[in-house]
């Protein structure tokens, strides 16, 4: 049974209790994407100059929802790799980026001008202040549930990371394909969360083996 592509770069193997049986949840997801032109470029002297990204640059597709299992209790030790949200191309990549709560986010800047990164939202508060290409900031965060990621000196430059009480979730693949390995035999909700079109949510039994299929259409 083999883990979402997600789940096993962010966390490797998850422990289960022993004696424990694991299924699979996997699905399809669908959606449309969404073209969005930039803000007015917005000009800075010297090194703090706005980017040169892409005027039209698209998003909403499979890989902005995050599907996860809601409900599975344990003691989850966040990945000693740490996930990164990269600025590239004035653009926040991942544009939705999951991690499980205690993950240290690293943002690296690729761009050859400063960026900064910043959150107000409830919840994990901060602002990582500005630099320049080749650096990077980090941020951990704690508690589950939605953060919005700016960039002071760019308006248009906006992320979303989803923080997530259990690894038990994954990104669809470009064809909305997603796989969410070893999960304990159970009963749960399986929702799919999308940052501007919200969230769905199915029931299903995960099995001692084998697989439960649900889909997601927004």
Not at 101 to 124: K, L, M, Q
Not at 190 to 200: I, M, N, R, S, Y
């Amino acid at each position: 049974m083999r883990k979402g592509p997600l789940l096993l770069l962010l966390l490797g193997t998850v422990s289960l209790p022993e004696g424990a049986h694991a299924g699979a949840v996997t699905g399809t997801v669908a959606t449309q994407s969404t073209q969005r032109h930039r803000a007015p470029t917005r000009y800075y002297m010297g090194p703090r100059r706005s980017g040169r990204g892409p005027e039209v640059y698209e998003e909403g597709g499979p890989s902005d929802v995050v599907v996860y299992v809601e409900g599975i209790k344990g003691d989850f030790p966040p990945p000693a790799r740490h996930p990164q949200m990269v600025q590239k191309d004035e653009t926040f990549v991942p544009h939705v980026l999951p991690v499980l709560a205690g993950s240290t986010v690293e943002f690296p800047n690729e761009d050859d001008f400063y960026h900064n990164v910043f959150s107000v939202v409830a919840g994990d508060r901060f602002d990582l202040g500005r630099y320049a290409q080749g650096k990077s900031a980090r941020q951990t965060l704690t508690k589950p549930g939605t953060v919005i990621v700016r960039c002071e000196i760019h308006s248009d430059m906006k992320a979303f990371i989803l923080v997530l009480s259990n690894p038990f979730f994954d990104v669809p693949d470009a064809d909305g394909r997603f796989d969410i390995g070893n999960v304990p035999a159970g009963s749960y909700s399986v929702k799919a969360w999308h940052p501007t079109l919200g969230e769905q949510t199915r029931a299903v039994t995960v099995p001692a083996s084998g697989a439960v299929s649900v889909s997601f259409d927004f």
